[in-house]
């Protein structure tokens, strides 16, 4: 399955106007990547990505992923590793693969990469199921 519209992704990315660049360009069982651009807004005053915007990015690429497992589902922990400053308005990918697909939980790792496929950011997050 590689076609994102069999899936309801998009309900990952919050309202914020920054985010609604997000495009979904690979979605199968399991594994998500997402392309995305930041803006001057999520800038820290290093003029680079806050830390808090890239841990953002990738919380939503683990709901994706457990979207595509059907699980409805709400982070319970986070865990990130900040490699290298993220750019604004440099391309980021960001891709997300299901490490344990339970009753209760989802366990997502997400590694974000600039446009030189260098890590940025790697992560894990623990999912709670809701259905």
Not at 90 to 95: F, L, R, W
Request: proline share 4%; with cysteine.
């Amino acid at each position: 399955m590689t076609d994102s519209a069999k899936f309801d992704l998009r309900k990952n990315i919050p309202a914020l106007p920054q985010l609604q660049s997000i495009e979904v360009v690979e979605a199968q069982e399991g594994h998500v990547v997402y392309t995305f651009t930041p803006p001057a807004e999520m800038a820290n005053y290093h003029n680079n990505v806050h830390g808090g915007m890239v841990y953002t990015m990738c919380e939503i690429g683990a709901g994706m992923v457990a979207n595509t497992l059907g699980k409805d589902n709400v982070a319970i922990t986070g865990s990130c590793n900040y490699i290298r400053k993220c750019q604004i308005g440099e391309p980021v990918t960001v891709e997300g693969t299901a490490q344990h697909n339970g009753r209760s939980t989802v366990v997502v790792r997400v590694v974000v990469r600039n446009s030189a496929d260098k890590t940025v950011a790697e992560t894990t997050f623990t999912l709670f199921v809701l259905q």
